[in-house]
């Protein structure tokens, strides 16, 4: 094709047709120009269904993480029932004035511990932290998207505070020793029985008048106040899921 255009473009020359060599010459730029603006337009159009691509593989990447999601939560919500009925057990028995205090420490810490949820986040940090935000060309549902992550933040970081107000309160007690967090189930083989048979056993439960009575009575009551909190706040963030996992499946059938 090339040698075809030198062959004209010479003719032209050698039959002294300058006028109609120049014509030529500019319909040969227009046609090369005309050319490279095709191979742009391909190339574009090559990129655009790579991005178009992209852009569907990262709704169903969110999507897995959020059907992860969904189902961390649900057990996370589980054991914060399991948690509270726990906890209403150990206040019933303190306050039925149980004899043997073992009853009521073998249910102190799962009173006070539960299934802590961690939300798979690895799509969507993914996008943002590689600079690939901007591939998400559907407006609403990108709007919809950084809602219910940055929603779902705020929720969290609401909970970790609350829970580490319920955690930390262990150490509030006058006196471990007293209090006997040594003859939990989770620690007594830790001490063992030579040990703790030298350590303190304050029958405190009985006495409501005893200081640690009523320490331990806050932090049992604390920690079903901050459970149902938290329960409130995993399922707004399970609604702002389901939702949000419901708008995604058609762009992953």
Known sequence: MIKFFRKIRQKLLSENKFSKYLIYAIGEIILVVIGILIALGIN?????????????????????????????????????????????????????????????????????????FVPSKLAIQDITSSGKLENLKKTNLKALILKHYTEMEFALNTINFNRIDVSQ??????????FGLHQTPLYKDEFGVELLEQMPDVNWHNDKEHLIYKQFQEHITLSIIVSSREQQLLNQILSSTEKLKSKLEKYCE
């Open 44 to 116: 574009n159009w090559n990129q655009n269904i790579q991005k178009n691509e992209q852009e569907k593989v990262y709704y169903c990447k969110i999507k897995e993480d959020l059907e992860t999601d969904k189902n961390n939560i649900k057990a996370s919500i589980e054991s914060l029932n399991e948690r509270k009925s726990t906890a209403k057990r150990v206040l019933a028995n303190l306050y039925a004035g149980v004899n043997n205090k073992s009853d009521i420490m073998k249910d102190y810490l799962p009173a006070i511990r539960s299934y802590n």
């Open 169 to 178: 309160y262990v150490y509030r007690y006058e006196n471990l020793a007293d």
